[in-house]
């Protein structure tokens, strides 16, 4: 449960701050996939499943003094960080 309130808080969070990006003009996006305001699904979902990843990786493989099990936890986190990227930009990106 905790580790999907922390994905749900992911989602939330880019539209929060993309929205004072656009008219600051610090950045925007040029996708012409779906958009809610100024964001791409595809970057909510990304950081949804970026979220997702890193409390998995928490959960599974924190352990005290276990440095070995912290190395393969951030090359989990960071895999599914890259997986969900690709994998959104995929299925809803263009």
Known sequence: QASALVALLGLGLP???????APAKAWYYTTSGLMLGHTPLW?????GGCMLSIALAALEFYHPGRWLRALVAGFFAA???MFSAVFWFSVLGS
């Open 15 to 21: 539209p929060w701050y993309e929205e004072f990006a």
């Open 79 to 81: 895999g599914g960080i």
């Open 43 to 47: 970057i909510i979902f990304t950081y």
